[in-house]
């Protein structure tokens, strides 16, 4: 159409000898075309945040908001309609750091406020108010000092803030002015709220207390907790007893306490433990009750907490909130609808305005940080500078991920292929993830290095041996160590690596490298089964006695069946490897800021590296999983061939050799 209008006026201008007509004409058709072309591709990015602690709002029009504890707030009309960022607080653009968000509570898709730890000069008494939709925000004194650890709000305008250490604050205009409310115990830190349109409400606290109100505040009365009545053992003596989550459900009431889901009626306390759930959502009306299982599928639930339908897809890490007789679930990138209908829906999160768009960062290059949206890659020269457009790449970037070799190639993984493209000359490059290792071997090996470090808040280094290629074998040629002051972690128990060993090694690499192990490979015996159940039964003593023995066998759940525990060691004899391999992948119960490294380098003739790494704060018995990468080529495996290698070759680097700790963990993971 648009192709013969612009014929039809040069035909109209030339029948008419109007030369200064066609060139307005021409100007005008290209514009046109430029203005259709761009709004046919209109930009649609996934939102990026720096922040991974999300907290998920709806409104009774169904805007959705998701905040983050960086301060990061982010709106959408619909769940399938662009976000806008509409962070309250911002210095040169970006969230300020030291305020905490946990929560975005919005009235309709102008009026809300955000809540959480937000200073005031000697107190945190602010709420950021607004009234156009997050374009600007007013700070507004809630006349009380405290964190804000739970907010719950209506669209007539009323609503409820948990203040740590002061009581309750309430606003029935809209969040414009507040007044506080009795709380039951100042001393208790209640965050988890709750309360219905009749003014009933319930409060949990972080330390076994839970209360209930018929009349807005003026009166509570104290009930007893599940763990008051004893409707669980437990046996995670390191956690407090918190009320993790709390509702009042027509003529019910629920709580989730240390993860654990109970009922009772309202008009007798009486706790009943629902086995198979993990979490429940419900809003102020009871439109809807939906459970969260121990299998992390979803069901809605009808009056008597049964399933009504299931949704069976997997939601381990999920915010979720009920509205409307829907449940809305942030789910990684993308919004969930469980409608009630029993269907899903679901949309990214995604903007189309570029200026709510950030790149994602992938790597750190000589001239800053590369970051990139779709395959248009933006570059960043300080940390919270603009991002600058540099280059679009001449491929699609859809499930892989983007990085940088050499400071000038930057490496896209799509399935089995690896695309290259050099910076410099913009040209690409395509090869095959298998012919990218095969080619690394076949080239020979000339150097190994094996190497152990450390890196935290406060320290940096490594220690590296360094093997030669020579005529008789790999020889001993150098002990490197760099970084901050440490005793050295790394001796050389071999001065000559039989170049056998190497090069059988070497031509096992790529069968190996995204090989997954078997039970049989961890090569436990009967000793070591036996072993694990007497160390269950040790742990089960130590409860029952109350005495805190010295045991090797520890579980921080409560009720724990300690028969089915025994009988799943068991099991793990039967184990199959698609089983097996998902708990190896996650061996390590502990989380810190430090993180411990060994590493095996590979350089061959043509000076390419292959890195064989292990990652660890603390290191479990076969150092899983082992992560192999050369020239943008990455994949994680639990190839015993790997351990068998080191062990002959620099048996120094694998320290902890405890496989019962192991044994420990897969049973765990089974339960």
Known sequence: MLIYNYVICLIIASNEKMADMRKFLLVFVFVQAFISCYTQTK???PIHFESYAFNLHVTKDENLIISTRAGEVALALKYDQPWQMINPIKENGAAISGVTIDQANFFNSDTGFVSGFINNGDKYNIIYHTIN??????????????????AINFDNGEAWLSVSGS????????????????????????????????????IGSLWNMIAVTNDNCDSWTIIPTPLDQKKYNKTNRESRPEINHVAIF?????????????????????????????????DEENSALFFKTNRNSLIKANNKFEPAFTAENSYGSIIAKCKNGKLFIKKEHYIVVFQPGSTLVSSPIFATNLSEIKPTPFAYGKDGIYGAISNRVFLQGQYNQAWKPVFTLPFEVKDGQLALINNNTIVNAENDSLYYFDISNKKTIIKSRNSVIQQFCNSGIKQLKFSTGSSGCFHSYEDEIVYDNTDNGFVLNDHVSTGTKHNPGLNSDNDFIDATLVENFVKQIPASANKKAT???????????????????????????????????????????????????????????DELNPLLFNLSELMSTTINWIKIKFINKEDQVLEITSMFYEPNAFYFPWRLSIDGYNSINTSIE????VQKACPGLLKNTNKMEVLHTIVKGLY
């Open 133 to 150: 939709g997050g374009k600007s925000y007013k700070a507004i004194d809630f006349n009380q000092s405290g964190w804000v650890d739970d």
């Open 250 to 282: 027509q003529e019910y009431i629920l709580c989730t306490q240390e993860g654990l889901v109970f009922f009772s009626k309202r008009d007798s306390i009486n706790w009943n433990w629902l086995p198979d759930y993990s979490d429940f959502y419900t």
């Open 519 to 577: 039970i049989q490979d961890l090569g436990f015996t009967a000793n070591d089964y036996n072993r694990c159940k007497k160390d269950i039964t040790e742990f089960q003593s130590a409860l029952n006695t109350k005495k805190d023995k010295n045991k090797s066998f520890t579980f921080y759940k409560n009720n724990l069946d300690f028969e089915r525990l025994r009988s799943l060691v068991d099991s793990v004899k039967l184990i199959r490897a």
């Open 43 to 45: 930009v649609k990015a």
């Open 167 to 202: 009581g309750i604050a309430y606003s029935n205009d809209f969040g414009y002015s507040w007044k506080q409310l009795n709380i039951p115990e100042r001393r208790q830190r209640f965050a988890s709220i709750f309360f219905n349109p009749k003014h009933e409400g319930i």
């Open 642 to 645: 790997i351990n068998d290698f």
